[in-house]
């Protein structure tokens, strides 16, 4: 067990529709960081958020916007959902922002859009 | 831009047999270059990092990796496997001093034949 959350586990859901991923970071950790692993582009990484701000973003679609929040903990919202979107989504927390510091993984949200 | 390759897809090894899953990279500098396990259900996890000094680096399950600048590599090894190393490996780098922004290879499923 990282110590890393995700809610919920897995999630379906029909296209056009919007969804809002959960991630509690482990304790003492500032930065947040979001990655989705599909079978066809492997797994990329999304956006990173450090103590509340965004610090670096990947290839993150625009229909796609996260935020962390003052208590660390972090959503990624997915809107107008397509076939293409089906995937897993993990979040990561580290203690600094740098690539120094180690990343710990949840244990994803399988999402599937139908 | 950076970028990994990991050559093998798919790898089946008996149990007790040694293992090596190759990993390269491509970018102007020594990056910081990592092996993550992930197994069925689970997040990632690290099993070993590389940032500079010794190129023979020592990890946790007994796993260890060496980095070869002058082949742009980072090779993974294990000198007998168990069952329980069924699992997919992933080989990503990341930039030094950079935000941190891990780039993943395709991974490499590992099977292990009793």
């Known amino acids: 067990d990282s110590g890393v959350t995700q809610t919920p586990k897995h999630l379906i859901t029909a296209t056009g529709q919007r969804v809002t991923l959960r991630c509690s970071p482990r304790?003492?950790?500032?930065?947040v960081y979001w990655y989705q692993q599909s079978l066809d582009q492997g797994l990329q990484f999304l956006i990173q958020?450090?103590?509340?701000?965004?610090?670096a973003k990947g290839n993150i679609l625009e229909r796609f916007s996260a935020q962390q929040f003052p208590d660390l903990h972090s959503e990624l919202n997915l809107s107008s959902l397509e076939l293409g979107d089906s995937a897993l989504y993990f979040c990561?927390?580290?203690?600094?922002?740098?690539?120094?510091?180690?990343?710990?993984f949840g244990p994803g949200t399988r999402l599937t859009v139908t | 831009a950076q970028s990994v390759t990991q050559p093998d897809i798919h790898i089946t090894v008996s149990e007790g047999a040694s293992l090596e899953l190759r990993c390269n990279y491509s970018?102007?500098?020594?990056?910081?270059l990592f092996w993550y396990v992930q197994s069925p259900g689970q997040g990632l996890q690290l099993l070993l990092k590389?940032?500079?000094?010794?190129?023979l680096v020592q990890g946790i399950k007994g796993f260890e990796a060496e980095f070869k600048r002058s082949q742009s590599s980072f090779n993974l090894r294990k000198p007998s496997v168990h069952w329980s190393d069924a699992a997919e490996y992933f080989c990503?780098?990341?930039?030094?001093?950079?935000?941190?922004?891990?780039?993943f290879g395709a991974g490499t499923r590992l099977a292990v034949h009793p």
């Open positions: 970018y102007g500098a020594t990056p910081y």
């Open positions: 304790s003492g950790d500032l930065s």
């Open positions: 990503a780098v990341g930039i030094p001093g950079g935000y941190n922004k891990l780039i």
């Open positions: 990561a927390s580290s203690v600094g922002d740098r690539s120094s510091y180690e990343q710990y």
């Open positions: 590389y940032f500079s000094g010794d190129t």
């Open positions: 958020y450090y103590n509340g701000e965004e610090r």
